[in-house]
């Protein structure tokens, strides 16, 4: 069970290099991204610490019924819709910048429109599934893409066309005080344990997470490459250009093996299947949570046959997605993600100190017990 919650962490960590996060980094290099990504590192690890603490607590229970064991459903409901709108934004947010990836850089003829379409069809059909598939799909994906982004990232450290004092110059601008939307982008690379707040479900009586050192660790090497390789590439000026930066960071960069040579085609279709992983994940967690808002909800890890609530909740979120990339445009959709990345900062830590001394509370009553 461990590895569950790492496959959680690894897989948000690997898919902000095509998010907007090293964009919104790199954009604030010379006022406060280099502290900002110091402190993101510190107090990501803190908060991701405290909320695998309430999680030992409560083995075998999701965010809904460790609510439910102490506040009534009134309460709870409106709580878990809030949480469920979250992490149905970060989903649909990542579907929707790759949806423009695979429109720009490998099929210009056919419209984002339909691309998303045809990827939330996918991402529906997997959010549906249980809990314990889901959690299935994502080891699958891991296992297929982690091997290759692993390599891809240290071949780029290798690179003769990495320029390290560009690297080292923007580094010594540390001592400028961290800014908000940078602390924002970096922390929310740590964030992977939140996938825990459903997948908890899956841990046994006793359970305990060892390695928790892993989460610093993959988190720093994912937050350093993702900020400083692209600058590398392009110059301290130049990477600030681009939105996506590292589909072009990857387009730089040439393989040496086999029939292909650009690594942008095998670093999109990595990134295509991560995303796929992700978004499924991440909409089957907001589809749990709108779930235990019904009356009667019971939570179950691995039914027999799919509920037909979650056809219809999974289908709404695909068609919301659809329909709100259609009436946004691209810098719409950067503001909406960077306001979003905030209000997440300040959302995470309010909601994992209160789990963190509710999870206190419960283990006095089990010691007097």
Known sequence: MNRYFYYCVTIVSMLNLMLFVPYLLIQERYTGAVSSMIAAAVGGSLIAFLFTHVMKVFPGKGLPEIFGVFFPKWVT?????????????SGSMVLVGFSVLINRFLNPDTSSIVVLSLLSIACIYGATRSTLSNIFIIEMGLIICAPLIIMILFKSYRSPS????????????????????????????????????????????????????????????IMVSSFFVPIGFHG?????????????????????????????????????NLTLVYTTNVW????????????????????????????????????????????????????????????RVFVEVVMVLFLFVLSIGAGGKKRSA
């Open 284 to 343: 089957h967690i907001t589809m749990e949570l709108f779930k235990s808002c019904l009356p009667g909800a019971k939570p179950e890890i691995d039914p027999e046959r799919t509920p037909l609530s979650n056809w219809i909740i999974a289908g709404v979120l695909g068609l919301i997605t659809v329909m709100t990339t259609y009436f946004l445009d691209e810098k719409q959709n950067l503001a909406i993600a960077k306001n979003w990345l905030i209000l």
């Open 77 to 89: 409901a409106p709580f878990m819709f809030f949480m469920g709108c979250m992490y149905f934004t």
């Open 236 to 272: 301290t000026e130049t990477a600030a250009n681009y939105l996506y930066v590292w589909s072009v960071t990857a387009d730089s960069m040439t393989m040496e093996y086999g029939f292909l040579e650009r690594v942008v085609f095998i670093f999109l279709l990595l990134y295509l």
């Open 162 to 221: 990495l320029d390290w004092d560009a690297m080292r110059t923007v580094a010594q601008y540390w001592h400028h005080p961290p800014k908000l939307t940078s602390y924002a982008a970096a922390v929310y690379i740590f964030t992977g344990y939140s996938g825990y707040a459903i997948f908890n479900r899956l841990n046994p009586p006793n359970f305990r997470l060892r390695y928790r050192w892993l989460i610093p660790l993959i988190g720093c090497f």
